[in-house]
């Protein structure tokens, strides 16, 4: 007889439902994911574009957490973050089923700009190492300075503060 | 004076750094997501490939959750499952932020293939509904029995059982 | 002496920084494309979403060389279409550098939707074969009548019209 | 009566069923794309991942024009190139169907990595500026010599030579 495999794993009914949230510790935002099939390429690693967007996912849940809600604002036609800047190094490759952690915390906060670091962890090992620039950006295109409560939001996790 | 934001979502340091896990309602799993920047499209909406990705991670964390180690098996040559048909119908658009499951079952399983029905839910409302044949493969490409071990752990999910 | 390996492949200034365009053989529009590192995965072949990425290109360059200007339509706040049903066999799997061409027909228009087949070959090799119905959708998400304008120029094409 | 919409785009059989094919302006590489859904986001613009899918097309098809087959190299065992760096600045945003252009040129030649630079265009507009860094690596993911023959093949194209 096949013992059901799926004992062990009894499901809480709405926990099960609710997506992954990374959270804070300390200033240091973490955000955890696996690899799938989608994310790897024919030399049997991580397409390198496709790190930019775990680290977008990891930005977007540091902001949730925080109590930004982007797409209120996107559609209440405020605005949006675009990334200005990206600038990654790639330390070792990550494969699929991986299970990797991106650590981010916030450098600087500008009138208009948030600077980043996010680094792509696999247990101790460092994957990928990024210092990313958001700017505010108004629906025409032009950038825009941040909504003023979401300043006031940054403000306990940014290292250092830029001119405002 | 501003409030650390940070203080009720208290790490669990070694939780935080797990990856989400679907898991077994029963025969079916399911499998919580949200919608990232990354997914949606300039129609405001996530783009229609997208919604497969969605689903090749809920069978990819549905096979693991019965001990199915796709990559193993890939790495040592044995072969992969490859998607042989889609049929999927689109209800409602999902949308940026948007948190949704991936609602897998298992229809029948074959010598060589296995049929997935897959809803995409947003709450009580159905996003997308679709059926996957999956088919093992040898990396040569030809079509493969899949593995008797898997079929094994295959059947006390199958809800019908294909001739083999 | 290493000669200068860019003299067979002069440049015509003007042409080259023209996008590929696909084009009718009658009744079918044929959209070529190669296959690139990010369509693939870990398991060496194009990841199966993006067959459907490669679908959507074909259809929008079909829809361009019509006189369709999806794009102003979207800005107008008039609709999109968005894919309502789906369905696609996997006959045989494109790798890197492949040269693939979409052949695409429309099967059917009805009011609000279009039904087209399309196929990726690989030279005489048919590597996927698909139904698409699209549908035209309103910014708020309901399904609405195409264009007049539009129906008008998807007649020519049509192999069976559809009741409006 | 409705005209044909199809007669002003005749069709030459062979040269349709080839995919777009970038080329040599002197020393710089020019590759031509379109936007298309899948690479735009729910903020109406190009996501800031998909510019390096633009840009590593470009360098694949560069890498083709000189002579160097990377599937070959792959198939083979001997290695691939895979990003070790990437430094990119966004100046404004592609948005649907524009027509962009990728400027490539190579900067730097060394024993293991090549640098290159490359600049996404829209006409004369600069909409992304980036230095990549790439490196060849080994199938078990260590660095690695290029290819003595590949070596030969960047020299003409080359701006100053690292040393080797």
Redesign the interface.
């Known amino acids: 007889m096949?013992p059901?495999?799926?004992e062990p794993?009894?499901?809480s009914?709405t926990e099960?439902?609710?997506?992954?949230?990374?959270?804070?510790?300390?200033?240091t935002h973490?955000f955890?994911?696996?690899v799938?099939?989608?994310d790897?390429?024919?030399?049997?690693?991580v397409?390198?574009?496709?790190y930019?967007?775990f680290m977008?996912?990891a930005r977007?849940d540091m902001l949730?957490?925080?109590?930004v809600?982007?797409?209120a604002t996107?559609d209440a036609g405020e605005g949006?973050y675009?990334?200005?800047?990206?600038?990654?190094?790639?330390r070792?490759?990550a494969?699929?089923?991986d299970?990797?952690?991106v650590v981010s915390s916030l450098d600087k906060v500008g009138a208009a700009t948030a600077t980043i670091h996010q680094r792509v962890m696999r247990g101790q090992e460092l994957l990928a190492d990024a210092t990313i620039v958001a700017a505010f950006?108004s629906?025409d295109?032009r950038p825009k300075r941040q909504p003023k409560a979401w300043l006031?939001?940054f403000?306990?996790l940014a290292a250092k503060e830029g001119k405002e």
Chains 1, 2, 3, 4 share one sequence.
């Open positions: 096949i059901l495999p799926l794993e009894p499901v009914g099960i439902d609710k997506p992954y949230r990374g959270a804070f510790d300390g200033r973490r955890a994911l696996r799938y099939f989608e790897t390429d024919a030399a049997g690693i397409y390198y574009a496709n930019l967007r977008e996912r977007s949730r957490a925080i109590g809600d982007q797409r996107l949006v675009v990334v200005a800047e990206a600038n990654i190094k790639y070792a490759p494969r699929l089923d299970e990797i952690v950006m629906p295109g006031e939001l403000k306990p």
